[in-house]
């Protein structure tokens, strides 16, 4: 079955550094894979998308890459502050595969500190 | 972007009563939405796959009988956990997409379901 892995459960970064969070998955590559925020108590909100034909997708401070030989989707912040600290998933859209679903790693929990 | 909503965010009941959750897709069409239960620190499990006027389509382990899914129309999802017990109590949460079978999911604000 299709696995994904999130390597940190939690990461800890001194503001201004850059955040680096990494996402693994098993068996055949996604059309796309996305990345989401996630506050306590509140429901996930969408960050950023990158398809199987994509390298790399910026937006603002945000950077994903996707690398499907090694399976693997890199998930950067710059100059991070305070206020991105949250949790942060990965997801695997397997809508168009015989899964028809969209599934989600365990989250990395990001902290940064002042 | 695209606003789900979901109802109530807290309840609280018995042990034994069903609890329904609504969400709703407020300015977009969803003929797909996603039910997912998270517990503590942990991530988001699939329950569900509801698709508007059929049958919703369950994840393996995941009682049919007990977590009743209705899509009755493009904007209205519901779940009601029937006979709720104590280890039902979780984060339960939503979420469509706006038109077609790509990208992002909308996310509701999610219920928390205590069961005593």
């Known amino acids: 079955s299709q696995k994904i892995e999130q390597n940190s459960e939690a990461l800890n970064i001194q503001e201004g550094k850059t955040a680096t969070l990494t996402c693994n998955y098993t068996?055949?590559?996604?059309?796309?894979l996305q990345w989401y925020r996630q506050d306590p108590g509140r429901g996930p909100v969408f960050l950023l998308l990158?398809?199987?034909?994509?390298k790399e997708k910026r937006k603002e401070r945000l950077k994903v890459t996707f690398d499907t030989t090694l399976k693997q989707s890199l998930f950067h912040i710059t100059a991070s502050q305070p206020a991105d600290s949250a949790t942060y998933l990965c997801?695997?859209?397997?809508?168009?595969?015989?899964?028809?679903?969209?599934?989600f790693g365990s989250g990395t929990r990001l902290s940064i500190r002042p | 972007g695209a606003v789900v909503s979901q109802h109530p965010s807290r309840v609280i009941c018995k042990s034994g009563t069903s609890v329904k959750i609504e969400c709703r897709s407020l300015?977009?069409?969803?003929?797909?939405m996603f039910w997912y239960r998270q517990f503590p620190k942990q991530s988001l499990m699939l329950m569900a796959t509801?698709?508007?006027?059929?049958?919703?389509?369950?994840e393996q382990g995941v009682e049919k009988d007990k977590f009743l899914i209705n899509h009755a129309s493009l904007t209205l999802s519901t779940l009601t956990v029937t006979s709720a017990h104590p280890e039902d109590s979780s984060f339960y949460i939503c979420?469509?997409?706006?038109?077609?079978?790509?990208?992002?999911?909308?996310f509701g604000e999610g219920s928390r379901l205590t069961v005593l």
């Open positions: 979420s469509a997409t706006a038109g077609g079978n790509t990208g992002e999911l909308f």
């Open positions: 068996n055949y590559s996604p059309a796309y």
């Open positions: 990158i398809r199987e034909n994509e």
């Open positions: 997801a695997l859209d397997l809508r168009y595969s015989s899964a028809s679903k969209i599934i």
């Open positions: 300015d977009f069409q969803a003929t797909t």
């Open positions: 509801s698709n508007e006027g059929s049958k919703a389509t369950y």
